[in-house]
């Protein structure tokens, strides 16, 4: 179980744009660091989740015999996942996986600064754009 200073949480989410906020929970179960955003439609029980992170790259070799597997390649990608949540007795249930977005690709570390560079571009019009997709 991974530890973080109540120091580090506020300088990770004043560096990070657009209302997104590091994901508490997952780095402390995984270790990794997540940039989430929840965001309430109007007058409803409705949210949209946003959560940036990163993702091994994977390319898709095909063999001889027309066999297609992945192949690892030692870099990232960030990828923005979006799903929509229902709030149910002040608990968020979520039905799915959601849709994946990725906006970097061929990345050789896993920096939070990446992650708050690319929270810049994620606006309210380009969310708006990944929900409509």
């Known amino acids: 179980m991974a530890t ?3 120091d580090k949480i ?3 989410n004043e560096g990070s744009k657009n209302g997104f906020k590091l994901d ?3 780095y402390v179960i995984w270790g990794e660091y997540k940039l989430a955003k929840l965001q309430q439609l109007d007058g409803v029980n409705k949210y949209h989740n946003f959560r940036l992170g990163y993702r091994e790259h994977i390319e898709r070799k095909t063999n001889e015999f ?3 597997y992945p ?3 030692g870099t990232y990608d960030i990828v923005l996942n979006y799903n929509t949540s229902i709030e149910q007795n002040n608990m968020l249930i979520t039905e799915g996986l959601g849709k994946d977005k990725i906006l970097a690709t061929g990345l050789t570390r896993k920096t939070i600064k990446d992650l708050q560079k690319i ?3 994620l606006t309210d019009e380009f969310l708006g754009g990944v929900i409509n997709e």
Do not use: D, F, L, N
């Open 119 to 121: 929270t810049e571009m």
């Open 71 to 73: 192949v690892y390649t």
């Open 4 to 6: 973080i200073t109540r």
């Open 24 to 26: 508490i929970q997952y």
């Open 10 to 12: 506020i300088k990770i």
């Open 66 to 68: 027309g066999c297609s």
